[in-house]
């Protein structure tokens, strides 16, 4: 049992793994998992700026999801191994709110970025002649600047009402980070309303930019569908399922986590299922981007002078 301090405005972590040699092996692992997400996403950012062939807002538009991931993981992993590798669990009210700050800020800026993303393609594919009108860098800019935008006020919003809520309980989090939901079983005041909340602004970045995603491609699919040139099928399919795979690894576990009430979701299942969003996807994102993208194995060419023998 986890000793407490009760005039402490600490919470304790409880963490992802438990601490024998087992949990040691699977930090290890995670720890790699981590590397991977810094080095390739550090990479993928490095080659969109220094490359101009990369210098068309389909990739500055990656480039931002690859900062996205890179602070989603660095938000959480670090912390979680180190309260693993010291045995201290605790962390400050401060530290809290800031990690549950940018998480969420990634979380939401993420899910706008992606819709932003499958806009490109759809004018793309679609609207190949007025592509340069209806996606010039100024329109990418915008879209970026409205994601980060929108995802920091909706996540300042979550922090700010989260942490002056009171804590009576407990203050031990069945979680590896300070997830919001998470925190308020916690709470000695009921937290229905803010709960609505939650639900309410997770449709927002949630299921409406999805059902966004999902009309752009239907129409991308029907265009790609009649196209006579087979070279040009092949190029469209191969850059829409990539999206769409980055799309699924994002949105599933997200969705059934905070779309499904509290009484459903178990911690363990919670804490899962955010391996994937926090940890997993940031690692797989700019290697589904790099490995099936000939001109990002391009740029690698250009810049390290390595990768030609990936491509094809």
């Given at each position: ?10 919470f304790i ?12 092996l ?5 720890i790699c ?12 950012i ?5 490359d101009?062939r ?8 990656l480039?931002q ?11 959480t992993v ?5 309260n ?9 009210l401060l530290g809290c709110?800031?990690?549950?700050f ?5 979380a939401?800026?993420e ?8 806009y490109?393609?759809f ?13 010039n ?7 970026i600047?409205?994601?980060?935008t ?17 804590y ?10 300070c ?6 079983p916690?709470?000695c ?23 966004g995603?999902?009309a752009?491609?239907g129409?991308?699919?029907f ?31 997200f ?5 499904r009430?509290?009484s459903?979701r178990?911690p ?5 299922l955010?391996v ?9 994102n ?6 099936r ?7 690698m060419?250009r ?8 491509k094809t």
């Amino acid at each position: 049992m986890e000793k407490w301090n009760q005039s402490s405005s600490d919470f304790i972590l409880l963490g992802l793994f438990p601490q024998n040699q087992t949990g040691l092996l699977l930090l290890l692992l995670i720890i790699c998992i981590f590397s991977v997400a810094l080095l390739g996403n550090s990479t993928m950012i490095h080659l969109i700026r220094v490359d101009p062939r990369l210098h068309t807002p389909m990739y500055f538009l990656l480039s931002q999801l690859s900062l996205m991931d890179l602070m989603d993981v660095s938000a959480t992993v670090p912390k979680m191994a180190f309260n693993f590798l010291s045995g201290q669990k605790s962390i400050t009210l401060l530290g809290c709110a800031v990690q549950s700050f940018f998480f969420m800020t990634m979380a939401g800026s993420e899910g706008l970025l992606l819709a932003s993303m499958a806009y490109d393609r759809f004018v793309a594919i679609c609207h190949p002649l007025h592509y340069p009108i209806h996606m010039n860098k100024m329109i990418c800019l915008k879209m970026i600047i409205g994601s980060w935008t929108l995802g920091s006020i909706n996540s300042l919003a979550h922090t700010v009402y989260a942490f002056h809520i009171p804590y009576c309980h407990s203050r031990s989090i069945n979680h590896f980070f300070c997830d919001v939901p998470a925190m308020l079983p916690l709470a000695c005041m009921d937290t229905w309303v803010y709960e609505y909340m939650v639900f309410v602004s997770t449709i927002l970045f949630l299921p409406l930019p999805f059902l966004g995603i999902t009309a752009s491609y239907g129409r991308i699919l029907f265009a790609v569908f009649h196209m006579r040139s087979k070279e040009g099928k092949k190029k469209a399919f191969t850059t829409c399922s990539t999206h769409l795979t980055v799309v699924t690894f994002y949105y599933v576990p997200f969705a059934y986590t905070y779309l499904r009430p509290r009484s459903l979701r178990t911690p363990t299942e919670d804490k899962t299922l955010a391996v994937f969003y926090t940890i997993l996807t940031p690692m797989l994102n700019p290697i589904i981007y790099s490995l099936r993208n000939n001109e990002v194995l391009g740029a690698m060419t250009r810049v390290f002078g390595t990768f030609s023998f990936m491509k094809t």
